[in-house]
């Protein structure tokens, strides 16, 4: 009895190491999964962004915390972590239509991520004359709205013309200029006949913002389609950088708070 009674207390312990064991490897395999479908999810359906850059001012704004809609235009192998070269061409592609806000790898330089908004599409002639963006010839509609002012990180009055864009598909948008810089290769520029199978871009600040008015080796230049990650939907938080870490009150200003949640334009 002693024997049997010891040997069922060996096989107990054995049984509970082995459930023990079993337990470990559900919790690796579940962080597998999550992990997997995590990766799944980003590559396929939205990829969140930050906002690193005056660019695209006011519409995105410094530290603007962003989605990306990953399925608008399809997939290519720049939508793969790495650029992995397992998409020929690209796939489920759908048009990108001028006016939209889109996020695209650098052609020079595809580790890097650029955000800009679509001017012209494939045939298209674009052209800047005197800070007024011409379109296959024809200047597009323009309304003035009231001046954006704000004080720069330096303490110092800043004022910006805001002037609402109209395409030729209806979709609107507002820009900014700086009269000041008038006269720049910003605010005139060569005529540029888009390429077949590519993009060319904008950012709405159009005095700082490097895009496809300026070549590829220096700037974005034209953006191959298949460069494009996807369509920048909606703004999920917007936190103010220029507050030090312990100025919590700072972090949330009312200008950023509007922007919660908010979809972009």
């Known amino acids: 009895m002693k024997k049997k009674q010891k040997q069922t207390s060996k096989e107990f312990a054995a049984s509970t190491l082995l459930k023990e064991g079993e337990s470990w490897g559900e919790f690796f395999k579940t962080i597998f999964y999550a992990f997997l479908i995590a990766i799944i999810f980003r590559t396929f359906v939205l990829q969140p962004f930050s906002i690193p850059s005056e660019s695209m001012l006011k519409n995105l704004m410094v530290g603007d915390f962003l989605m990306v809609s990953k399925f608008s235009y399809g997939f290519s192998k720049h939508s793969l972590p790495w650029s992995l070269p397992f998409i020929p061409g690209r796939i489920f592609a759908s048009d990108v239509e001028r006016g939209d806000v889109v996020v695209f790898r650098l052609p020079r330089d595809p580790g890097t991520y650029y955000i800009k908004r679509i001017i012209g599409t494939p045939g298209d002639k674009v052209q800047m004359k005197g800070g007024a963006l011409y379109l296959n010839s024809e200047k597009v509609p323009t309304k003035k709205l009231e001046d954006y002012r704000r004080t720069n990180v330096f303490g110092r009055a800043e004022t910006f013309s805001r002037i609402e864009e109209t395409m030729p598909n209806g979709k609107s948008y507002v820009t900014l200029d700086i009269d000041y810089m008038r006269g720049s290769m910003a605010d005139d520029s060569d005529i540029f006949v888009v390429p077949e199978g590519h993009y060319f871009a904008m950012g709405d600040h159009r005095d700082n913002s490097q895009d496809s008015r300026w070549p590829s080796n220096v700037g974005v230049g034209y953006i191959p389609a298949e ?30 708070r509007e922007r919660f949640f908010s979809t972009i334009n």
């Open 227 to 256: 460069n494009i990650i996807g369509k920048a939907k909606w703004i999920t938080l917007s936190f103010d950088n220029n507050s030090t870490f312990w100025e919590i009150w700072k972090w949330f200003p009312t200008e950023r």
